[in-house]
């Protein structure tokens, strides 16, 4: 029963996707460094350069998002913690303000989400904030969000959400759960916890970033759908280069790079990707496909304070 569930699921977020002239959403790379070294994460694997987003490339990126598809979901977030740097993260949001962009969205571990720097978010435009805690108890969280101290994650969000509380309007604050192996028998409590604290919870499944990672999402090849992934979301590394898709996390079939094209005609050098997928001519996508298993990931459950369960599209942030 409930693979016939999840495939109806998948058929139902297929039966959406087309090949957008623009993306729905677009992933920033502040920067390619993290402080955890979490379990289901690519990081400890990559071996391209780590840098940090020039200013004047995210100018160039939020003036052309701005002036094509101004509601298009930017997300601080993708292979690096954006609270490494917080003053240039704030820099930029403002920048992004300015410039017109209507969703601003920041993806962060917490571990770094001090009083201070959760003012001064606070005091942006941003439109939500994920916090990735995958754990109730201590011993749970540190074992998948290797070297970060749980005590030290849930008082920093606390202190957010009763920050945000305090004001009259703010973002969205959603904590994000991804079911592993033995931590989903802690959901209940954790749920409690954070709707009685007025977050929002996310639930969702494991991602294979490309492969790397076995899941155990039971869907046979022969259901596949187009890859959300695919269709719906740009991004672009710290140093300009746009890759093929979220799997490809070292750039190695990169389309080219912002600081010499412009945003629009690299998204449609993707289109003939995109259009694979939609044909269901998987066979002809190349070889890194053939391993994925992010295609099954299907839709996330979002529970909100006082309201019932809904299901987004899982491919809504990483």
Not at 286 to 297: A, V
Request: charged fraction near 30%; charge should be negative; aromatic fraction near 8%.
């Amino acid at each position: 029963m409930e693979q016939a569930k999840h495939i109806a699921e998948l058929n139902r977020i297929a039966s959406g996707l087309k090949n957008p002239t623009f993306p729905k959403i677009f992933a920033v790379e502040l920067c390619a460094d993290c402080d955890l070294n979490c379990s289901m994460c690519h990081h400890d694997q990559m071996k391209r350069p780590k840098g940090n987003l020039p200013m004047l490339l995210w100018q160039k990126c939020a003036d052309e998002i701005a002036e094509v598809a101004p509601a298009t979901n930017v997300w601080f977030s993708f292979c690096g913690e954006p609270l490494l740097m917080p003053e240039r993260l704030i820099e930029m949001l403002e920048y992004g303000q300015k410039a017109g962009l209507r969703s601003l969205n920041l993806n962060t571990n917490g571990m770094r989400l001090t009083n201070d720097v959760a003012r001064k978010l606070l005091d942006t435009s941003l439109s939500t904030i994920v916090i990735g805690i995958d754990g109730f108890e201590k011993e749970t969280y540190e074992k998948y969000r290797v070297l970060g101290d749980r005590d030290t994650v849930y008082a920093n969000v606390e202190f957010l959400l009763e920050e945000r509380k305090r004001r009259d309007s703010g973002p969205e604050i959603m904590v994000q759960f991804i079911e592993m192996d033995d931590n989903i028998k802690e959901f209940e409590p954790y749920r409690d916890h954070w709707l009685g604290l007025g977050a929002t919870v996310k639930l969702r499944r494991q991602l294979s970033w490309g492969g790397k990672f076995a899941t155990a999402i039971d869907v046979a090849d022969e259901k596949r759908i187009a890859c959300p992934w695919a269709i719906t979301m740009m991004h672009l590394f710290w140093d300009g280069r746009v890759p093929r898709c979220p799997g490809d996390t070292e750039g190695e079939e990169s389309v080219g790079n912002a600081w010499d094209d412009t945003l629009v005609n690299l998204w449609g050098k993707l289109s003939g990707y995109r259009q694979l997928h939609l044909d269901r001519r998987f066979d002809e996508l190349p070889e890194r496909c053939d391993t994925c298993t992010d295609w099954k990931t299907g839709a996330s459950v979002k529970l909100r304070p006082g309201q019932a369960t809904r299901s987004d599209h899982q491919a809504s942030s990483r």
